[in-house]
């Protein structure tokens, strides 16, 4: 009887969501063409007056190319400033709820994982299901990986651009990742465990928690209230996930509106082949993960990819993986999947498994190789390939952090970094296909480990 009601509230807020989604566009065209028109069309000209000066063959008797170039770089930051401040109140509604849901997601992960961890009983347990669940994400992401160099070779949508190199010395100011074992392992292990909770570094509240939960499941009959405090605990995180799941339609719209109003649809006229082939590879994508859940759990498959649509949409409109996580949580433990093993690999994917991001990863690193011409072999593209995988699994957390990876696996095959701000203006629209992927890729790992396990019940 329980289950009857909740269905039309389900219903309801993916059509508020989605109606939320068109209204956020709308108003976006309108405020790019009227609100915020003279300041995109001063930053517009901007770019072109930096895009010649930066291109002049010969030097300038007039003009002071150095000065000139950092007075429009200040006037642009300027504009910028005034832009964003015309457009806060719409940025202010999406931020509000990213901030209550990371405000969920570190005591969600601690409480659900630690029961999970705790009710598995032996460090053997854990261990089994950690090598499945591991062995999922690498060959989840080296698929993902894979396809992106398959398709960007196969499409080339940086031929076109046929850019000059850039300055020895351009840079755009972005961090660079590089792979070291010992900021790997400093990653991984936290030296305080509220300094983790505080900063929402999951794979380290993930380390400590396991550590918890085993020893919890070790002391026998006193760690019983323990495993009870914190069944509760997750209780009422999950009742407050609720709550502010209410607010998702206006985060929604707000994201969109000020995304929209920014990039306007020049952007999309100018990138259109590049989003449209990305958009392709992401479906392409889908489909092979979803066929690849299709043959361990059956038609079943299909309504799990169902049940993600709330979770899906949700992190395609405010461009946050983060922001699906709780209601991740609660419709793959409605969909059947057994808690512990929900709390258990969940987590995990959100530092392991992020197959959108993943396949972004290689199709922006040689999108940019394509578009000052710099050919690389085969060879090579499986080295960039096997640095992403490793790079990638270092920098869970850090804010936009795809580009972060690129940025350093560019300056490793000598490719101009600055080539990233041919991404920076689309990164937002690319940003939101990658997050529902990411939804998607491990919403399947976990039902595929559930079924694994003998965890996964109708």
């Known amino acids: 009887m329980s289950k009857n009601p909740e269905q039309p509230k389900k219903s309801r807020l993916t059509l508020y969501i989605f109606i939320a989604l068109l209204l956020g566009i709308s108003l976006g065209f309108v405020l790019n063409t009227r609100y915020v028109q003279k300041d995109n069309a001063a ?21 002071d190319i150095p000065s000139t170039l950092k007075k429009l770089n ?49 460090i053997k347990s854990v261990g089994r299901i950690g090598g499945k669940t591991l062995l999922w994400f690498f060959s989840a992401s080296l698929l993902s990986l894979a396809l992106g160099m398959f398709l960007v070779n196969l499409f080339e949508p940086g031929a076109q651009m046929n850019l000059p190199l850039p300055d020895a010395g351009s840079e755009l100011g972005i961090a660079k990742a590089a792979f070291t074992l010992k900021s790997f392992l400093y990653h991984i292990f936290p030296t305080s465990i509220f300094e983790s909770l505080a900063n929402n570094e999951i794979l380290q509240i993930v380390v400590f ?22 069944e ?21 719209f707000g994201a969109m509106t000020a995304v929209i109003a920014k990039q306007g649809a020049g952007i999309l006229k100018t990138y259109s082949i590049f989003i449209g082939e990305f958009y392709l590879g992401l479906g392409s994508l889908w489909v092979i993960l979803i066929l690849i859940a299709f043959l361990f759990i059956g038609k079943r498959a299909f309504t799990l990819i169902k049940r993600m649509k ?14 699906a996580f709780p209601k991740m949580m609660m419709e793959l433990t409605r969909f059947g999947c057994g808690k512990k ?42 080295s960039m390939l096997l640095v992403l995988m490793l790079t990638s699994k270092g920098i869970a957390g ?35 296909g990658r997050s529902a992927t990411n939804v998607v890729g491990n919403s399947i790992a976990t039902a595929v480990v559930s079924k694994w396990e003998g965890e996964l019940h109708h």
Do not use: W
């Not at 509760?232 to 929604?252: F, Q």
């Not at 991001?357 to 499986?382: C, D, E, K, R, W």
């Not at 490793?412 to 940003?431: K, Q, S």
């Open 74 to 122: 200040e006037q642009r930051t300027e504009i910028l400033k005034s832009r964003d401040s015309k457009l806060e109140p719409f940025s202010l509604l999406a931020d509000i709820f990213l901030r209550l849901i990371k405000m969920i997601v570190a005591p969600l992960v601690f409480s659900t994982l630690v029961v999970g961890v705790a009710k598995l009983g032996d």
């Open 341 to 382: 093993i929900v709390s258990f690999v969940l987590p995990l994917g959100y530092s392991f498994n992020l197959d959108g991001s993943m396949m972004y990863m290689t199709f922006a690193s040689l999108f940019i190789a394509q578009s000052y011409g710099i050919h690389l072999p085969f060879a090579t593209q499986v």
């Open 310 to 323: 709330d979770p899906a949409l949700l992190a395609f409109s405010t461009s946050s993986s983060e922001a």
């Open 398 to 432: 850090v804010p936009r952090a795809s580009l972060v990876v690129i940025a350093g696996t560019l300056s490793t095959f000598n490719i101009p970094e600055a080539g990233l701000a041919l991404l920076l203006g689309i990164d937002p629209l690319l940003d939101m």
């Open 232 to 252: 509760v605990v997750s209780d009422v995180i999950l009742k407050i996930t609720g709550y502010v799941m209410n607010l998702a339609p206006i985060a929604v």
């Open 209 to 230: 928690s396991l550590l918890f939960g085993t020893a919890t499941a070790a002391i026998g009959e006193h760690g019983k209230i323990l495993i009870d405090f914190f």
């Open 43 to 63: 930053i517009a000209k901007i770019d072109a007056d930096i895009k010649s000066l930066k291109q002049a063959t010969m030097p300038l008797c007039t003009v």
